[in-house]
């Protein structure tokens, strides 16, 4: 039996599993069947989350907004984002990260990211210009794009002189 699928003494006692552990341990060919009661359980926090959705939802509509409008549609990439630079320096929380985006991303919605940083790259240049013609400072953009004020003198050195 590989290590991954040995029980961590850790979780056992008490220590907090995270989403990617409790998709490994559903997936071990030795998980516990549930009891009657666990399935009660599960039934009646599924019931209880439909409910608040439901009700959140009213609310929403309610107030005069739309719940799917009203939605970031970028809610997840920054989270991603957020949890990925939180993660730079430690390699045990990195690989955590990492086997929580693997189990609960499929391969389509990597696709999806993979073209989006494509498209994020291509259009970094042109955010760089668009600041510096509206006065924006090095200092502000570099910081907003999360790059280094060379990296966008850099960019502003190489700009066609058709765009200036």
Not at 30 to 43: C, I, N, S, V
Not at 78 to 104: M, Y
């Amino acid at each position: 039996m590989s290590n991954e699928q040995q029980p961590d003494p850790a979780k056992a006692q008490g220590a907090a599993w995270t989403p990617g552990d409790i998709r490994r341990a559903m997936k071990s060919p030795r998980r516990a069947q549930p009891t009657p009661a666990g399935h009660r359980l599960a039934e009646q926090m599924l019931t209880i989350m439909a409910e608040y959705e439901q009700d959140r939802r009213a609310e929403i509509i309610a107030a005069g907004g739309n719940p799917d409008e009203d939605a970031d549609p970028f809610e997840q990439v920054r989270t991603i984002a957020d949890e990925w630079a939180d993660t730079a320096d430690d390699n045990d929380r990195r690989t955590a990260l990492l086997d929580h985006l693997a189990n609960s991303l499929d391969t389509s919605e990597v696709r999806a990211l993979r073209l989006a940083a494509e498209a994020a790259a291509a259009i970094t240049p042109r955010l760089i210009y668009q600041d510096a013609d509206h006065g924006v400072s090095v200092a502000a953009t570099a910081e907003d794009l999360g790059v280094s004020e060379g990296y966008v003198y850099r960019i502003l050195r190489q700009r066609p002189a058709t765009d200036q």
